[in-house]
């Protein structure tokens, strides 16, 4: 992504190679070898047993299905007050990758956690948030806050219900997930890869 990043920087330029069909999907031709794969939806994800869910999606879900069966290099979910993503990064699929992204909800959903199995869960989504912050990163977080109009009582709010989250929380929020609408797919990648894709409504090319 850098180096495609890069190409434009220098003066090449991003052609539109078939965009007579308006879609959301979208596929971005490059040199390489791998793909870099990402899925983007709306819903409301701005509570605590959310950010449980985040932590189960991306440590095991996307490490199990997208690294471990698919190759990929990794992976991983941020669900946000707006707006969440799914990714996986030096790919070699994208298809079956779409698919493990669609069926991130149903995995939650249909999950036989015990609640052992959600502590540990618990224990890693505060090790996340209570990690040391880099100085660089402070006036990020500050904005992001501003913006998400966060106060110190809607954090508190928000650790409390991490720290109670329990199986049912858990998989009641994934039949929520499984009913979203997830179709704004992205790639990054060869073009033998995905000119072929039928998912990929638009295809970009950088020169």
């Known amino acids: 992504v850098e ?3 890069s190409v434009l920087d220098n003066g090449g330029s991003l052609n539109i190679i078939n965009s007579d069909t308006l879609g959301i999907s ?3 031709i490059i040199d390489g070898n791998v793909n870099f794969n990402a899925v983007a939806f709306e819903m409301d994800c701005s ?3 959310s950010r449980v869910v985040q932590q189960i999606i991306s440590r095991e879900y996307l ?3 997208i690294r471990l069966e698919g190759s990929a290099y ?3 979910c941020s669900l946000g007050k707006d707006y969440s993503y799914m990714y996986s990064y030096r790919d070699p699929n994208f298809e079956k990758t779409y698919e493990v992204f669609k069926n991130a909800g149903k995995y939650i959903a249909e999950s036989k956690y015990t609640q052992a199995d959600i502590d540990r869960f618990i224990i890693g989504t505060i090790n996340d948030i209570d990690k040391p912050i880099k ?4 006036t990020r977080i500050a904005m992001r806050k501003k913006f998400n109009s966060e106060t110190k009582e809607s954090v508190l709010k928000r650790r409390e219900e991490i720290l109670s989250a329990t199986p049912k929380a858990v998989s009641d929020f994934g039949n929520i997930l499984e009913n979203v609408k997830i179709n704004g797919f992205c ?3 060869l073009e033998k890869n995905i000119k072929n894709c039928q998912i990929l409504k638009e295809l970009y090319r950088i020169d």
């Open 26 to 28: 979208k596929g971005i």
């Open 135 to 138: 100085r660089h990163l402070l």
């Open 47 to 49: 509570n605590g047993i």
């Open 3 to 5: 180096d495609t990043l």
């Open 187 to 189: 790639t990054v990648g």
């Open 74 to 76: 990794g992976g991983g």
């Open 63 to 65: 490490w199990d299905k």
